[in-house]
């Protein structure tokens, strides 16, 4: 098998080309545009099929940067947290807590799918585990940190493999069927956005045409690669303490800080509410499509073939469950309102894909029925930081049961 290597300049472009397809075609076709789908997530999957076939027809490889994908991430929840506010935390704070509750509770119902579908299928147990929420709601990451426990410990030879399968499915299920969902909700409950809510991850499309100022696009980029640092150097404080956080997270904490803090201690810095600052709004969405991007265009299908009818089984399975379980119980709890549709289409893709598929899909809904900022706060907080913390504890518990 031969590689073409691609540095970051190169992964940027095609990153770049892919989401102009994903744009044009969603453009073209009325089904994806009326049903939400993001479009790194319709570019990057067919890019992933077109570097397959070139695969399977010529044994070559793609190999791109990842590491620009990466600091794309941490970019991209910085703006998070700088557009975030303390008045708009403290309302989402009992919502907050609930959607915690009922994250937390369905990681036990995922895996709980996953077993009973392995056992059906006569394979161990554990192998549902893996299809639950190690590789649903963990993602690639937490797939592969438990590959060498559940092989080792276990005897589970294809447990990276099945781990790798799943979660790479999730999140392009979790990209697919986010939008329909908040679409589905929205006209059924004939739902309208607060007139006072303003859009705080890129623009509307109607709104497309509207200038962006230099000298606010300069002071956004300073303040951006400002709180970055802060993050990485809180990151590195809790590294000495023994808290291993994602630096992602550690910069989302720090863009909250800095855009609640500054203008209280240093108020002659005159700097400027995020909420109303278009520039960072489109920053965030650049870096969260160029992320979803590679992300999803590096995807190695062709690793996927030959891992058996289990795998679709639980998938299957998986999908109609979060389905039912956003649409009838987080909308429901979470106040049957429009916030609660645009939170129900983000944990779609928070527990079948990662938390950026949850931004996407919440970024797609929003910039077609209007903004919804309270959903950007307490869906990122839920997926970037405390479901980590529940589902490990939730995995230690079903493989003391089952291991």
């Known amino acids: 098998m031969e590689s073409l290597v691609l540095d970051g300049r190169q992964t940027i472009i095609l ?20 049903f939400n789908i993001p479009e790194p997530v319709v570019g990057g999957l067919l890019a992933s099929i ?11 490889q793609f190999e791109f940067a990842l590491g620009v994908r990466d600091e794309l991430l941490i970019a991209f929840f910085t703006t998070i947290g700088l557009s975030s506010r303390f008045e708009t935390l403290l309302k989402g704070g009992a919502q907050l807590i609930i959607l915690l509750v009922l994250a937390a509770f369905y990681l036990g119902i995922q ?27 963990g993602g690639h990451g937490t797939a592969i940190a438990w590959t060498p426990i559940f092989r080792d410990d276990h005897g589970i030879s294809l447990a990276g493999e099945i781990g790798i399968a799943c979660a790479t499915f999730g999140l392009i299920l979790g990209g697919l069927l986010g939008g329909p969902l908040a679409r589905f909700l929205v006209q059924r409950h004939k739902l309208e956005p607060d007139s006072d809510a303003v859009q705080t991850i890129g623009v509307e ?9 230099y000298e606010r696009m300069l002071r956004a980029i300073f303040v951006i690669f400002v709180t970055i640092g802060i993050g990485i150097h809180i ?6 303490l023994g808290v291993q956080l994602p630096a992602f997270v550690s910069c989302l904490f720090a ?22 600052s278009r520039s960072l709004a489109l920053i965030s969405e650049l870096s969260l499509g160029l992320f979803l991007a590679i992300s999803l265009m590096s995807l190695q299908l062709w690793t996927l073939a030959n891992l058996g009818y289990v795998i679709l089984l639980m998938l299957i399975a998986q999908v109609v469950m979060v389905l039912l379980w956003s649409g009838l119980v ?11 549709a645009v939170m129900s289409s983000g944990y779609v893709g928070l527990a079948l894909g990662a938390t ?17 900022p309270k959903a950007f706060i307490i869906v990122p907080l839920i997926g970037a930081f405390f479901i980590d913390l529940a589902n490990a504890i939730v995995i230690q518990l079903y493989v003391g049961w089952f291991g």
């Open 50 to 60: 077109v570097f397959g076939l070139i695969y399977a027809l010529f044994n070559l």
């Open 205 to 213: 499309y109607e709104h497309e045409m509207i200038p962006i100022d």
């Open 15 to 34: 990153a770049i080309l892919v989401l102009f397809f994903g744009k044009y075609l969603i453009g073209k076709i009325a089904f994806l545009r009326n």
């Open 330 to 340: 987080v909308f429901r709890a979470m106040g049957a309102n429009y916030d609660a």
């Open 111 to 137: 895996n709980g799918t996953g077993v009973l579908v392995a056992t059906l299928a006569g394979f161990d147990q554990l192998v549902g585990v893996i299809g639950g929420s190690v590789s649903l709601s």
């Open 235 to 240: 990151n590195f404080g809790l590294n000495k």
């Open 356 to 372: 950026p598929t949850a931004i996407a899909n919440m970024t797609a809904v929003t910039k077609l029925y209007g903004p919804s």
């Open 255 to 276: 863009g909250i800080l800095v855009t609640n803090l500054v203008p209280r201690l240093l108020p002659k810095l005159n700097m400027p509410k995020p909420e109303h």
